[in-house]
């Protein structure tokens, strides 16, 4: 049995760039982190032939192109797996469409969980390659690589998206009182809502392709907050990048419609009133988590509570994609 994990992520900066429809024009930057939130992969031999897959679902077949699941249907063929005699089971501490990058993490997870199983090791640049090319290439989502990446190598970590399709990695240089401060401050509530953010990234992606003046200045705009966001934090001044999460997130508003909503504005205009000194909805928009910088969080979650709105408390991971156990 082999089970291996991968960190859900918060973005901090520059979300949105990392799509290839934006970075291969103009190169893109986002600041991620990994939270203590993972998604899990278990592998099993099995004594039957039947390719047995437990999620939300269940499924058993025989052949790789009878699977459902597109993820796991093509990590298979990707790593070139004989499906027989094996079971495959899935599990997250958080429920997918909720912005968290659930997706990039189940795909590390299994990833590196199937090479395990023939024994390669494969370095974490290459594994999130590996998940970034099921997911844009062979599956088309219109997705970025953030996702992939930050499970991948876990931390609070920058990434920088070439125009030729290279990315560059790099942990920011942050010092301890400033990461424990940033840890300590950072709180995250659950909307309640749930979606998918495909058809959010979609409308980005075809405006990007479709060069949309408006829609470019606006990635434009957030990838310098994204750099200015790196500056701050490197710098140790988090009220600067509390304040420019909050102009992120209303230049973020304007890309779509969908991205945001009036139950949702209200309960982020009630936190900014009770504390908040800046915050964003995590992810594509429509739904998820509302993360917030404070340094008062006793009465911003008092505050959120009463409005109903369910805190879940995190901390930074630093591993990335790994094997939790092997028997």
Sequence with gaps: ???????????????????????????????????????????????FEDLIIKYSQMERVRKLDEIQHPL??????????DASYLEITSMSDIPAGTGLGSSGSFLTALLHALHLQTRKI???????????????????EPVGKQDQYI????????????????????????????LANLEDNLVLFYTGYTRSASEILREQDRKSRQRDALMIENLHFVKELGLESKKALEGGDLRRFAEIMDHHWHHKKKRSDGISNNRINEWYDLARRNGALGGKLIGAGGGGFLMFYTEDKTNLRHVMREAGVREVRLRFDFQGTMLVTQS
């Design 1 to 47: 049995m082999i089970i291996t994990r991968s960190p859900l992520r918060i973005s901090l900066g520059g979300g949105g760039t990392d799509l290839p429809s934006y970075y291969r024009e103009y190169g893109g930057h986002v600041i991620s982190a990994a939270i203590d939130k993972y998604v899990y992969i278990t592998l099993h031999q099995t004594f």
């Design 72 to 81: 796991i249907r093509e990590a298979l063929k990707e790593v070139d797996q």
């Design 122 to 140: 494969v370095p974490k640049q290459e594994l999130a390659e590996q998940a970034c090319r099921i997911e844009i290439e062979r599956l088309r």
């Design 151 to 178: 499970a991948a190598f876990g931390g609070v970590t920058s990434f920088e998206f070439c125009t030729d399709g290279t990315v560059l990695v790099q942990r920011l240089k942050l010092s301890p009182e400033s």
